[in-house]
């Protein structure tokens, strides 16, 4: 199983409400990771988590909150977002390497639109 | 620090023409490569990789890149051109400590 999944595909929250953004893999990968894709530019990190510790937070606002519950599974938790929040939310896996190339593995995404 | 640079933010190129997408580096390390292919609505595809092994590189669907430390260059290039790879195609650069760092893109077009 070479595929990384992302739940929901589409998902239209309003500013108040709460979500979550779910993503799985079962490549035995250690290191996952979120990006926020705007239109016609490339993916921005966000987050990224090495053996299920949080090991960069690219100064994300505290409304999107990460989490991973074990080496399969990573959730972003979304609350009190801004309508700049809407973007294409990427997540991504690789084995960690220090000093090594990582390939990543990318999911299809979850289409984000907040009103 | 290390990063990519992608010039030409769109090519147009007419089916069955060659396809050259340009990406050059900047690092002080011998650095680990990527191209990655993006479809409309959909996550990134790895495309091919270098990791110092050759300098030119073979990837999926026709595609192949050539580092060029001289130049600090690893430009894509496919022979003919495919409606199929119309896409959006990003350079990357692994920086360690599992952090990659992208290009702004590359839009392609194939004009029948």
């Known amino acids: 199983d070479t595929e990384v999944t992302q739940t929901p595909k589409h998902l239209v929250m309003g500013m108040t409400n709460k979500k979550s953004l779910k993503c799985e893999q079962h490549?035995?990968?250690?290191?996952m990771y979120w990006y926020k894709q705007k239109a016609k530019k490339p993916p921005e990190l966000m987050f990224v988590y090495s053996y299920e510790k949080l090991s960069i937070n690219e100064s994300v606002p505290s409304r999107f909150s990460p989490e991973c519950p074990n080496s399969s599974l990573l959730n972003l938790h979304l609350h009190a977002l801004q309508p700049e929040d809407s973007a294409l939310y990427l997540c991504a896996s690789s084995q960690p390497r220090d000093n090594l190339y990582n390939e990543q593995f990318f999911g299809p995404g979850t289409r984000l639109t907040v009103l | 620090a290390q990063s990519v640079t992608q010039l030409g933010s769109h090519v147009s190129v007419s089916e069955g023409a060659l396809v050259l997408l340009r990406c050059n580096y900047s690092s002080s390390v011998p650095p680990y490569l990527f191209w990655y292919v993006q479809y409309p609505n959909q996550g990134l595809q790895l495309l091919l990789k270098y990791t110092s092994a050759a300098t030119l590189v073979k990837g999926i669907n026709g595609f192949e890149a050539e580092f060029k430390k001289s130049e600090t260059s690893f430009h894509l290039t496919k022979p003919s051109a495919h409606m199929s790879d119309a896409a959006e195609y990003f350079c990357a650069v692994s920086v360690g400590n599992n952090d990659m760092r992208f290009g702004a893109g590359t839009r392609l077009t194939v004009k029948p």
């Open positions: 490549m035995g990968h250690r290191a």
